[in-house]
């Protein structure tokens, strides 16, 4: 059995061999997180991020929402009414839709309606944070896309609620109709707002940087 180094030194005093040990050498001493490197990051998310909403924009407004009307008679589903609904497009929706078209638009809803303003709210809360210096000012344009998500979300909920009811009243259309047209405006404000802020990111850069005094 091999001894300690305690052992070795009482038995053979100061001629004993003590093995030295040796802290393990750093890992990649070199690698270093840039503020370029972090930039990169945070453009190769961003780009990821923009097409996964286009594609998912896609896929919600213009591709699914407009094979459910195969199901409703010719007509829109809510989602898509830019301008809301009234009582009258909701009786005429319901009557023409069975549970099984209605179905399909609840899962549509559970799928790509909560990806959607989640992935693109996300995404713009990234483009945002990377272009605008000013707190208060980020925070302030954090708040479009936050409450287009939310809105988005809820505008859900309520026009599955509608459609699911036994009977729709007056309350339940204007909320769903609400929320709907609601959506819609934040969405192009977000879009607004995530232009201003790459302007405002670009402007930053274009700027020359105070050099450092000897």
């Known amino acids: 059995m091999?001894?300690?180094?305690?052992?070795?030194?009482?038995?053979?005093?100061?001629?004993?061999?003590?093995?030295?040990?040796?802290?393990?050498?750093?890992?990649?001493?070199?690698?270093?997180?840039?503020?370029?490197?972090?930039?990169?990051?945070?453009?190769?998310?961003?780009?990821?991020?923009?097409?996964?909403?286009?594609?998912?924009?896609?896929?919600?407004?213009?591709?699914?929402?407009?094979?459910?009307?195969?199901?409703?008679?010719?007509?829109?589903m809510p989602d898509s009414l830019v301008g809301g609904f009234d009582q009258g497009f909701?009786?005429?929706?319901?009557?023409?839709?069975?549970?099984?078209?209605?179905?399909?638009?609840?899962?549509?809803?559970?799928?790509a309606g909560t990806l959607f303003p989640l992935i693109f709210g996300f995404t713009w809360l990234l483009l945002i944070g990377t272009n605008v210096a000013r707190k208060q000012l980020r925070w302030a344009l954090w708040a479009v896309p936050l409450l287009f998500a939310a809105v988005r979300l809820w505008g859900n909920m309520a026009i599955d609620?509608?459609?699911?009811?036994?009977?729709?009243?007056?309350?339940?259309v204007a909320l769903a109709s609400g929320l709907t047209?609601?959506?819609?405006?934040?969405f192009v404000l977000s879009l607004l707002v995530g232009g201003a802020a790459v302007l405002l990111g670009r402007q930053r850069r274009a700027q020359p940087q105070p050099t450092a005094q000897p």
């Open 2 to 76: 091999a001894k300690t180094p305690a052992q070795r030194i009482k038995k053979h005093g100061a001629k004993a061999a003590v093995p030295q040990h040796h802290l393990p050498p750093v890992i990649n001493p070199t690698t270093r997180r840039t503020p370029a490197k972090a930039q990169n990051n945070s453009n190769l998310i961003l780009i990821a991020g923009v097409v996964a909403s286009l594609f998912l924009f896609w896929y919600l407004h213009v591709l699914t929402l407009n094979q459910l009307t195969q199901l409703s008679g010719g007509l829109p």
């Open 90 to 111: 909701v009786d005429r929706l319901r009557a023409a839709t069975d549970d099984a078209a209605r179905g399909q638009l609840n899962y549509l809803h559970k799928t």
């Open 161 to 172: 609620s509608m459609m699911s009811a036994g009977t729709v009243d007056a309350g339940q």
């Open 181 to 186: 047209v609601a959506g819609w405006v934040l």
